[in-house]
Nanobody, 123 residues
Framework: QVQLVESGGGLVQAGGSLRLSCAAF????????LGWFRQAQGKEREFVAR????????TYADSVKGRFTISRDNAKNTVYLQMNSLKPDDTAVYYC????????????????WGQGTQVTVSS
């Protein structure tokens, strides 16, 4: 498994931007697909975005498509989530995860998780 540490969360006004980072420690970073999930208070964890091992393929939740961009730098063992045009509904704890690239997106395909970083969007 790989250890993951998120950073970059904070408080931002609606319409603003944030960039989340997730640094990986441990086994070969480039052998994992990476994903971002989020969990709002009182709600279940939901998928946000994922990126393949090489970075050539990405998938986004409909709710963030066109506003969020996932990327990775395998040389730096880091995955990023650029979040633009933020909305109050984006308020949540954001988690990065490492695992396999499946045909269907399932949280159980991701075996390593970070501790999460809080993103709060004010109206």
């Amino acid at each position: 498994q790989v250890q993951l540490v998120e950073s970059g969360g904070g408080l931002v006004q609606a319409g603003g931007s944030l960039r989340l980072s997730c640094a990986a420690f441990g086994r070969t970073f480039s052998s994992y697909a990476l994903g971002w999930f989020r969990q709002a208070q009182g709600k279940e964890r939901e998928f946000v975005a994922r990126i393949s091992m090489s970075g050539s393929s990405t998938t986004y939740a409909d709710s963030v498509k066109g506003r969020f961009t996932i990327s990775r730098d395998n040389a730096k063992n880091t995955v990023y989530l650029q979040m633009n045009s933020l909305k109050p509904d984006d308020t949540a704890v954001y988690y990065c995860a490492a695992g396999r690239w499946g045909v269907v997106i399932r949280p159980t395909d991701f075996g390593s998780w970070g501790q999460g970083t809080q993103v709060t969007v004010s109206s």
